[in-house]
């Protein structure tokens, strides 16, 4: 007997399901800088990867890995002096090391169990494996901007999560478009004008919707969302 369709949800794994600027953080405390110091060198280390992925977006550049990125930019910051050079080695895979927020692991296996789960990410395939096994994410598929070419928010990895949930990459059946969940409100947005549904989920250090935005959940955390995806909110939406 074919098992029923069930809807599709896309996670967005950076920020989302897992405290990456808390946690490169820490491991920047790590290599002997103070909080403060570390915050503002984990801040500047962000802001040059999310212009590189722009760079590749536009063509300015080609394609390189997450891994890479962290490391150009881990080694431009020692010659800086920001960093000690002993350091950059073992921050350049502390993207692999990412805490999940509190409910990410118990929410995801929820939702694992009711849901299609899988994962869109920029990281790396590397960390992706790395944060499944030793985070305890338990997606079913997981998408990496490596597999595709490209950054998000180009358009072709949202493509590309829209064929897997509803070309049978996932083994399943998808009821009715992949829902996108995320902390950001630039990738639901991008999500949106690939054909994907939305649902936005606050995190510290993510990006709250504006006015002017129609998303298609709101959730306080992951169990909010697991509770209103069984009770039928999303079938009135898409």
């Known amino acids: 007997m074919t098992p029923a369709p069930r809807p599709v949800l896309v996670f967005d794994v950076l920020g989302t399901l897992v405290d990456q600027a808390g946690s490169l953080e820490s491991a920047v405390q790590g290599a002997g800088l103070d909080a403060g110091t570390a915050r503002r060198v984990v801040t500047t280390w962000l802001g040059r990867v999310a212009d590189r992925e722009r760079d590749v977006v536009a063509g300015r550049r080609g394609f390189a890995p997450s ?64 944060l499944r096994g030793d985070a305890g994410l338990a997606w079913h598929q997981v998408l990496s901007a490596e597999d595709v070419g490209t950054y998000k928010p180009d358009p072709a990895l949202y493509v590309a999560a829209v064929a897997a949930a509803t070309g049978g990459a996932t083994g399943e059946a998808s009821a009715g478009p992949p829902v996108m969940v995320a902390a950001h409100a630039w990738d639901l947005r991008a999500a949106a004008a690939a054909g994907m549904r939305t649902a936005y989920v606050p995190r510290p250090q993510g990006d709250a919707p504006r006015d002017d935005d129609a998303f298609d959940l709101h959730a306080a955390d992951l169990a909010d969302l697991h509770g209103r995806l069984l009770d039928g909110e999303l079938r009135t939406v898409g």
Request: net charge negative; hydrophobic share 55%; aromatic share 4%.
């Open 67 to 130: 891994g890479v990125l962290d490391r150009e930019v881990l080694a431009g910051l020692a010659a800086e002096g920001a960093l000690p050079a002993s350091a950059v080695d073992r921050l350049a895979t502390a993207a692999e090391r990412l805490r999940p927020w509190p409910d990410s692991v118990a929410g995801v296996a929820a939702l694992a169990r009711d849901f299609t789960v899988l994962g869109l990410s920029n990281a790396d395939r590397r960390t992706l494996a790395a």
